[in-house]
């Protein structure tokens, strides 16, 4: 068990809706960063925020927004979906920015647009 | 650009017996780590082990240790002793030590699937 809390596991909708993950990073840690695992693109880099403020910006599409709330818990939102936008959606968490920190993963959100 | 490189989309190996998978990577920073992650069938990614570019010493922890060799940018995890729970998609990873606006970023490999045999 990572420490790090991910909700819901899986997501079955249709295209055009939208919808929110919810992360809970491990006690202490105040980096959050979102991953999107695909067949095709396999994990890239979404989003990092550290204690509340966004940190980077991978290659997110602008129909997908995050944020980091005061009590360090973070929710991604995806909307206007589309069939490509299936993936496993993972939130990892860190105590801070140094090099040495792992990032220690939650067991990832299934998304699958129908 | 920052790159990591698993050459092996698959290997098997014999139970009890070790395997060693391949990465390298490409960077332009002296400072750097890199990471390797084991995700099973399950979908969870597990944390193994790190290694800093500063490191002298090769990593280990338990039956992993990671084959550091910095000047021809390579990080190649070993696993001794296999065993069936090793089976799982091994990924690697580097972050690189400026953040800028990079942030903490890791930076993964497309995978090895390895697959241990009894």
């Known amino acids: 068990d990572s420490g790090v809390t991910q909700t819901p596991k899986h997501l079955i909708t249709a295209t055009g809706q939208r919808v929110t993950l919810r992360c809970s990073p491990r006690?202490?840690?105040?980096?959050v960063y979102w991953y999107q695992q695909s067949l095709d693109q396999g994990l890239q880099f979404l989003i990092h925020?550290?204690?509340?403020?966004?940190?980077a910006k991978g290659n997110i599409l602008e129909r997908f927004s995050a944020q980091q709330f005061p009590d360090l818990h973070s929710e991604l939102n995806l909307s206007s979906l589309e069939l490509g936008d299936s993936a496993l959606y993972f939130c990892?968490?860190?105590?801070?920015?140094?090099?040495?920190?792992?990032?220690?993963f939650g067991d990832g959100t299934r998304l699958s647009i129908l | 650009a920052q790159k990591i490189t698993q050459t092996q989309p698959g290997m098997f190996v014999q139970e009890k017996e070790a395997v060693t998978l391949d990465c390298t990577y490409d960077?332009?920073?002296?400072?750097?780590?890199l990471f390797w992650y084991k995700q099973p069938s399950s979908g969870e990614m597990i944390f193994l082990i790190y290694?800093?570019?500063?490191?002298?010493q090769n990593a280990t922890e338990g039956r992993y240790s990671l084959n550091f060799q910095k000047a021809r940018k390579s990080a190649n995890l070993v696993i001794s002793a296999s065993q069936l729970g090793d089976s799982a998609m091994y990924f690697c990873?580097?972050?690189?030590?400026?953040?800028?606006?990079?942030?903490?970023?890791?930076?993964f490999g497309q995978g090895t699937e390895l697959s241990v045999k009894p």
């Open positions: 290694q800093g570019s500063y490191d002298e």
């Open positions: 990892a968490s860190s105590g801070g920015t140094g090099l040495h920190q792992p990032q220690h």
């Open positions: 925020y550290y204690n509340g403020e966004e940190r």
């Open positions: 006690s202490g840690d105040l980096s």
């Open positions: 990873a580097m972050r690189e030590g400026r953040l800028g606006n990079q942030g903490g970023k890791l930076i």
């Open positions: 960077t332009s920073d002296q400072s750097y780590g």
